[in-house]
């Protein structure tokens, strides 16, 4: 393999806790373009955006340099995954067609330069509350998503965001327990899939490289609120690594 392969997750750009939302998206855009010569894949592993919504003419405001930089890198004929998060779930055609990027909804297991991979948003993986797969259904469902573009936009899109920031400060920031249905699935799972050499998650917002076997590791990638880390996969190993713009 001649370029590394690159992880990343959690942007939640648009958020509206971040104190300085013009930065976070600035940052993101810096590191896209430091890696755009030297990049064969990049995968983007949900929750990219904090909302998004495509109705069937228009789209939410913003992210028109970050928009414009995953374009751009399309172009230079980098391939790019978005996996759908919790949060960016409501990715339609729009994205895909616009942007270059293809949209994964789920669990791919695909081989990468002779390694196996393991690749999702991870929000589903493992035993979780009732109450989370609830909603998590709701939000999938196509009539609910029907009723909801039905509503005015400016009804739904500050809900959306006070649903977000809610769930964010309810977020349990112990990484061990937050791990557990993780680390407890890949466990299981490895058990039968010898195969797979590194399973790639985003969501927990904690960094973790984790041996699951003599020759398995759990990865999950952080988050660009506050940690701005990332992994690098160039054909033989995975190393995760933290990104410090030029401006810091
Ligand atoms: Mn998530």
Redesign the pocket.
């Known amino acids: 393999m001649n370029k590394p392969v690159y992880f990343l997750s ?1 942007f939640h750009l648009g958020a509206r806790y971040f104190s300085n939302p013009k930065e976070a998206e600035r940052r993101v855009v810096s590191f896209l373009d430091s890696i755009k010569h030297n990049a064969s894949e990049i995968y983007l592993m ?2 990219i955006l904090d909302y998004w919504y495509e109705y069937k003419c228009v789209v939410p405001k913003g992210h028109t340099r970050f928009f414009g930089k995953i374009a751009e890198l399309s172009d230079l004929g980098i391939k790019i995954y978005w996996f759908i ?3 960016d779930i409501w990715i339609y055609d729009y994205l895909p067609e616009e942007l270059g990027i293809t949209v994964i909804d789920g669990i791919q297991i695909k081989e990468i330069s002779g390694k196996t991979f393991f690749l999702n ?3 589903a993986i493992g035993r979780r509350k009732v109450s989370f797969r609830f909603i998590r259904s709701l939000f999938r469902n196509k009539a609910c998503q029907f009723l909801y573009s039905m509503l005015p936009s400016c009804l739904t899109i500050p809900f959306a965001h006070k649903w977000s920031s809610h769930s964010r400060a309810s977020e349990n920031s112990n990484s061990a327990e937050c791990l557990r249905p993780i680390s407890d699935f890949v466990k299981e799972y490895s058990a039968s899939h010898p195969e797979v050499d590194f399973y790639i998650f ?2 927990l917002h904690i960094v973790a490289d984790e041996a699951v076997t003599d020759n398995a590791r759990c990865i999950i990638l952080g988050d660009w609120i506050d940690k701005f880390s990332y992994a690098v996969y160039d054909g033989k190993d995975i190393s995760i690594q933290y990104y410090k713009s030029p401006t810091q």
């Open positions: 959690d949900g929750d998060g919790n949060h948003h991870g929000d985003g969501h």
